[in-house]
T-cell receptor
Framework: IAGITQAPTSQILAAGRRMTLRCTQDMRHNAMYWYRQDLGLGLRLIHYSNTAGTTGKGEVPDGYSVSRANTDDFPLTLASAVPSQTSVYFC??????????????FGPGTRLTVL | GQQVMQIPQYQHVQEGEDFTTYCNSSTTLSNIQWYKQRPGGHPVFLIQLVKSGEVKKQKRLTFQFGEAKKNSSLHITATQTTDVGTYFCAGPNTGTASKLTFGTGTRLQVTL
């Protein structure tokens, strides 16, 4: 069982380019999340999805979009990358999305550098 | 907005010494979770506390939830090099459809 996979592992991207980070889970979890991790700032929620077909904005959604066409996949798109989006991106999932009481399972992360 | 702060930001101990990290929320929490992230790795769930004043132990790790449910602590007894990593607390964010708000994390370094 893989759990959560993310691709690519790392990427260097020119500013202004479009980029999609992929996330797939095989646990049939309803809820999925995207976080960015920056030194000294911990993990900040970008977007989330409580169930397939629905998405919501987190703490830092600007410059990012997501979609949830099915249960397993939750891609994160940067329409026009900027250097401030240089970060480590983690995808996570939980069995349900309500109440913030479920354990979250994290993928291995994608290290993105925007030049 | 809700803030979850952790102190210290960083601690360096010698193997065998004890370690404590403290987590403080600006709002009352219905529960608190703790995660560990090894260097270069991803966060991994450790435990969840729900009740006021609750104390839970996992081998050398002791987790406590404050009486007012606004703070929590993680204490490691006799640290080992395997304890190296960053420890995060996280609590429900009522301002974002009850998603988790993660604390700023405490990075623990253990040397022989």
């Amino acid at each position: 069982i893989a759990g959560i996979t993310q691709a690519p592992t790392s990427q260097i991207l020119a500013a202004g380019r479009r980029m999609t980070l992929r996330c797939t889970q095989d646990m049939r979890h309803n809820a999925m999340y995207w976080y960015r991790q920056d030194l000294g700032l911990g993990l900040r929620l970008i977007h989330y999805s409580n169930t397939a077909g629905t998405t919501g904005k987190g703490e830092v959604p600007d410059g990012y979009s997501v979609s949830r066409a099915n249960t397993d996949d939750f891609p994160l798109t940067l329409a026009s990358a900027v250097p401030s989006q240089t970060s480590v991106y983690f995808c996570a999932s939980s069995d349900t999305g309500g109440g913030g009481s479920d354990e979250q399972f994290f993928g291995p992360g994608t290290r993105l550098t925007v030049l | 907005g809700q803030q979850v702060m952790q102190i210290p930001q960083y601690q360096h101990v010698q193997e065998g010494e004890d370690f404590t990290t403290y987590c403080n929320s600006s709002t009352t929490l219905s529960n608190i979770q703790w995660y560990k992230q090894r260097p270069g790795g991803h966060p991994v769930f450790l435990i969840q506390l729900v009740k006021s004043g609750e104390v839970k132990k996992q081998k050398r790790l002791t987790f406590q939830f404050g009486e007012a449910k606004k703070n929590s602590s993680l204490h490691i007894t006799a640290t080992q090099t395997t304890d190296v990593g960053t420890y995060f607390c996280a609590g429900p964010n009522t301002g974002t459809a009850s998603k988790l708000t993660f604390g700023t994390g405490t990075r623990l370094q253990v040397t022989l």
